[in-house]
């Protein structure tokens, strides 16, 4: 994947990053009849582009992934990490954990947690998230997960 690069959104973005959050996300069929049910929960805000908080992924013909983190200090959350289906499996996701991990220890932060559904903990797995908790979430089970950031050597 040498022609993906990653970059924080601008504005403009807002509706090829919405149809990324509307696809990945019924891509799921565990989560699908919810989101029909509740399309509110298809539809994605602005506010994370406009705190400078969400990165995208991109080719040099297409938007293919994002990813937002918030919070300042010690701990830091990643709320959305969504990869066009047909992007998926191809290391958009990886890539831009490593990107949240480099952005988030840059403003001083040693860990990322995440609340993850079921289908994506092995992922979470592999790039080195470690399950802390169980937890309910508007969808069923979860899992609250961490990954701890290396210090800047």
Do not use: C
Not at 2 to 8: E, F, N, Q, Y
Not at 38 to 51: C, K, T, V
């Amino acid at each position: 994947m040498d022609d993906l690069s990653i970059r924080t959104a601008r504005l403009s973005d807002l509706p090829d990053l919405g149809e990324i959050f509307r696809l990945a996300s019924l891509s799921n069929e565990g989560d699908r009849p919810h989101l029909l049910d509740n399309p509110q929960h298809l539809e994605l805000s602005d506010a994370s582009i406009r705190s400078g908080r969400l990165r995208l992924a991109e080719t040099a013909t297409r938007l293919v992934g994002f990813a937002t983190v918030a919070g300042d200090g010690a701990v830091v959350e990643l709320e959305d990490l969504f990869v066009h289906p047909d992007w998926m499996r191809r290391g958009v996701a990886s890539r831009l954990i490593a990107d949240a991990v480099e952005q988030s220890g840059a403003r001083g932060a040693t860990k990322i947690e995440v609340t993850a559904n079921p289908h994506a903990n092995a992922f979470y797995e592999r790039v080195g998230f470690r399950a802390t908790a169980s937890v309910d979430t508007a969808f069923g089970p979860g899992t609250r997960m961490e990954l701890p950031i290396p210090a800047a050597g």
